[in-house]
């Protein structure tokens, strides 16, 4: 019995791993102006936030009808000016993003770890 719990422990402990992470990724709406900024910026953030960040982009366009939708995302991450939103936290990051803009966000991710944790 105890063979059969290390070796499963063993094969699927990776996957274990990866599910865990992917249930803890906040989720983010990125509003940028253009698409093939969002993929730069997507492209940065990921390097510097890895995989706790899980994003889809946007249109500013089709930004109130997705706002309305506040358990779909956890924040909306912007380079532009948004208006008025709805509760949902709102960082605003520059075109070339910053040290400080990415630890803001490692510090929400931080504080949502903590949440789904309890």
């Not at 063979?3 to 996957?15: C, G, I, M, S, Y």
């Not at 992917?22 to 492209?43: C, F, N, P, S």
């Not at 940065?44 to 899980?54: E, F, I, P, Q, V």
Request: charged share 25%.
């Amino acid at each position: 019995m105890l063979e059969k719990l290390v070796t499963w422990l063993v094969f699927h402990w990776p996957a274990v791993i990866k599910e865990r992470e992917v249930e803890k990724q906040v989720k983010a709406l990125l509003v940028m102006d253009g698409i093939h900024h969002a993929d730069y910026i997507v492209g940065k953030l990921n390097l510097y936030l890895g995989n706790r960040y899980r994003f889809i982009k946007n249109d500013p366009g089709g930004l109130s009808d997705q706002v309305r939708l506040k358990n779909t995302y956890d924040c909306i991450i912007s380079t532009i000016a948004l208006g008025q939103t709805s509760d949902i936290p709102v960082f605003g990051i520059s075109v070339m993003p910053r040290a400080r803009e990415i630890h803001n966000l490692i510090r929400f991710h931080q504080q949502n770890d903590n949440e789904f944790s309890l």
